[in-house]
């Protein structure tokens, strides 16, 4: 069972290279952008590939906040309002 040895050890590498991504706060696309149907505040992703949140009325700017990482189910907690968000794993 050499391959799938090897296998699991590139699957193990790859889930470890994802948490470094993660912990460098890069967006690793697991997952659709989160939107808040409450207040409309809108993830998007900056260059650098890092999250960001912006409002309807102002597209560029950065709000700063920033969803939570949503749970196993895809819901998150909005930072602006506090509703609760549901995104798509993929
Ligand atoms: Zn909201």
Redesign the pocket.
């Known amino acids: 069972m050499a391959e799938f040895d090897a296998l699991h050890k590139l699957a193990n590498r790859l889930q470890a290279l994802k948490k470094q991504a993660k912990a460098l706060g890069m967006f690793i696309n697991d997952r659709e952008f989160l939107e808040?149907?409450?207040?409309?505040?809108k993830e998007s992703l900056a260059s650098e590939n890092t999250l960001y949140t912006y409002r309807y009325v102002a597209i560029d700017d950065d709000t700063g906040l920033h969803f939570p990482e949503s749970d196993e189910d895809g819901k998150s907690v909005?930072?602006?309002?506090?509703?609760t968000?549901k995104g798509e794993w993929l």
Do not use: K, M, S
């Open positions: 808040c149907p409450n207040c409309v505040l909005c930072p602006e309002c506090g509703a968000v």
